[in-house]
């Protein structure tokens, strides 16, 4: 785990904090994303092509791990 919150720390440029502290920002980054690939998945086909998605850019995402970006 030490492993992803250093490479956190470094993708971001933070300084290192608080271990607690990384590993709660992690995990809250983990369920945003859980949290917007849901929301992404309820959007009707014409929202997503306001927005310039098609539902094979939906599912590409949708189908990625929390931990992936």
């Given at each position: 785990m030490s492993k992803v919150i250093d490479s956190v720390r470094t993708y971001q440029g933070c300084p290192p904090?608080?271990?607690l502290l990384a590993y709660i920002e992690v995990v809250?980054?983990?369920f945003e994303r859980i949290k917007y690939r849901r929301q992404l998945q309820s959007l009707p086909d014409y929202l997503l092509k306001d927005v310039g998605l098609t539902s094979g850019d939906v599912y590409?995402?949708?189908m990625k791990r929390f931990w992936q970006r």
């Amino acid at each position: 785990m030490s492993k992803v919150i250093d490479s956190v720390r470094t993708y971001q440029g933070c300084p290192p904090r608080n271990s607690l502290l990384a590993y709660i920002e992690v995990v809250n980054t983990w369920f945003e994303r859980i949290k917007y690939r849901r929301q992404l998945q309820s959007l009707p086909d014409y929202l997503l092509k306001d927005v310039g998605l098609t539902s094979g850019d939906v599912y590409k995402e949708s189908m990625k791990r929390f931990w992936q970006r």
